[in-house]
């Protein structure tokens, strides 16, 4: 089953930079939609950016001006560029992935999460 997978997490003081990466396990047609979220320890899950198939992006207030999402249709990659972070960004970060697979099904399915940590 195909899976995303996040990656570029880790610990960063405030104020330093991250870039997360979200790719699909196996080779896909497309990515349609891509979705980043978090939840920090004892929190519900929160959207934090989104893009769209036609490149619209959707952010969190508390994030708008800091991170920027985007994505590699050549690669069926997306990114999320985080600066100027700060100890309430800490949270495990997860994608949600929107693909056409190889035989053309539509499907929708969350990465297993990488941790950011903001500390200085």
């Known amino acids: 089953q195909v899976q995303p997978v996040e990656s570029g997490g880790g610990l960063v003081q405030p104020g330093g930079s991250l870039r997360l990466s979200c790719a699909a396990s196996?080779?896909?047609?497309?990515?349609?939609?891509m979705g980043w979220y978090r939840q920090a320890p004892g929190k519900q899950r929160e959207l934090v950016a989104q893009?769209?198939?036609?490149?619209?992006?959707t952010y969190a207030d508390f994030v708008k001006g800091r991170f920027t999402i985007s994505r590699d249709n050549a690669k069926n990659t997306g990114y999320l560029q985080m600066n100027s972070l700060k100890p309430e960004d800490t949270a495990v970060f997860y994608c949600?992935?929107?693909?056409?697979?190889?035989?053309?099904?539509?499907?929708?399915?969350w990465g297993q999460g990488t941790p950011v940590t903001v500390s200085s």
């Open positions: 893009i769209t198939s036609s490149g619209s992006t």
């Open positions: 949600l992935l929107d693909f056409i697979t190889l035989s053309g099904w539509r499907y929708s399915s």
């Open positions: 196996e080779s896909i047609l497309s990515i349609n939609s």
